[in-house]
């Protein structure tokens, strides 16, 4: 299975193929799945509520399960999304729970003058939940995101975490080593092929997941983030990371937890102990798959 490349149209029609079953695909809770996304609502939900935001542009907001989480917390929320399908989604839930279906639209990130009304004003909070791993051009829709922060607000956003495949011995360690620790030593290329190749002796699994059954990373482009070296790439933009919390915990190595039922199960019961209260764990740096920034911009 290889990576995908960047496809804006592809990304487009993974997202409205899946949006009738994204919510259990990513909230659902139950012994067989983990339901990871759910702890991001949450956590989101108490990083705003610590702030005391009352005012959120939701960015790549998907069916509106979070938005509608946030107005019915109080929260002055609206939002967009690339996917069509998906904005379909949250339209009918805001109908549903008795809020306008105008707090929805289609949008690109990369793209402001996508965005309509919602693109000429600034926010207390521009919230982005997993839309960084789906994007090529980070440092525009990093660029735009901060353009609609009010000064003094603050940027939320979930981004993959690039460190976890450090623990996962597979084909995202081989991408992780070629690309952070092989190609960008000064050497001759050859020099570096045979390294990866010694590389690829080292990680137990180079082939595997052979294809991953959610999230689509089969069929889109998908990438990680540094949450050490975040901070430093959101500077550039005028945004200063005051705080990260991790979430979608992994009690150990995912390959060691075993082939049965009560293993499976013990896995996932293990790493639950660690989302939310502990979401500070400086474990989260290698066991969490994903993380949560909060980024204040210059008052
Ligand atoms: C992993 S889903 C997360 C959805 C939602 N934020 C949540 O927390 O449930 C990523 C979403 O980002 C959207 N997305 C990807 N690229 C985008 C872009 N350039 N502009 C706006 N949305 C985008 C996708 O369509 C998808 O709905």
Redesign the pocket.
């Known amino acids: 299975m290889v990576f995908q490349p960047y496809n804006r149209n592809a990304?487009?029609k993974w997202?409205d193929e899946n949006a009738a079953n994204?919510d259990d695909l990513?909230y659902k809770q139950d012994q067989a799945s983990y339901g990871g996304?759910a702890y991001?609502?949450v956590l989101v939900k108490k990083l705003l509520d610590g702030l005391g935001i009352k005012d959120v542009l939701?960015?790549?907001?998907?069916?509106g399960?979070?938005m509608l989480a946030l107005l019915e917390g109080g929260i002055d929320a609206r939002g967009?999304?690339?996917?069509p399908g998906?904005i379909t989604e949250a339209k009918s839930k805001l109908k549903k729970a008795g809020h306008s279906e105008a707090l929805a639209r289609v949008?690109?990130?990369?793209d402001m003058n996508s965005l309509g009304d919602l693109g000429k004003r600034q926010y207390q909070a521009v919230v982005?939940?997993?839309?960084l791993?789906?994007?090529e051009d980070v440092d525009t829709?990093h660029k735009n995101l901060a353009s609609m922060v009010k000064p003094g607000g603050y940027y939320i956003s979930?981004y993959s975490n690039e460190l976890f495949d450090m623990t996962t011995f597979n084909r995202f360690t081989m991408r992780f080593h070629e690309r952070n620790f092989i190609d960008p030593l000064d050497m001759p290329g050859d020099a570096k092929d045979a390294l990866k190749a010694k590389l690829r002796g080292m990680v137990t699994n180079p082939d595997l997941p052979a294809s991953i059954p959610e999230g689509g990373r089969d069929e889109i482009y998908v990438r990680g983030h540094n949450p050490l070296t975040i901070p430093d790439e959101l500077k550039r933009f005028g945004l200063s990371v005051e705080d990260m919390v991790f979430y979608k915990f992994h009690a150990f190595a995912p390959l060691l937890r075993g082939s049965t039922d009560a293993e499976r199960a013990r896995f996932i019961e293990l790493s639950r102990t660690y989302e939310v209260n502990r979401a500070r764990d400086w474990r989260g740096y290698f066991l969490a798959s994903t993380f949560i920034i909060v980024a204040k911009k210059a008052g």
């Open positions: 990304l487009i997202y994204y990513s996304d991001r609502i939701d960015v790549g907001c998907g069916t399960s979070p967009f999304d690339l996917s998906m949008g690109d990130i990369l982005a939940n997993g839309v791993p789906y994007i829709a979930a």
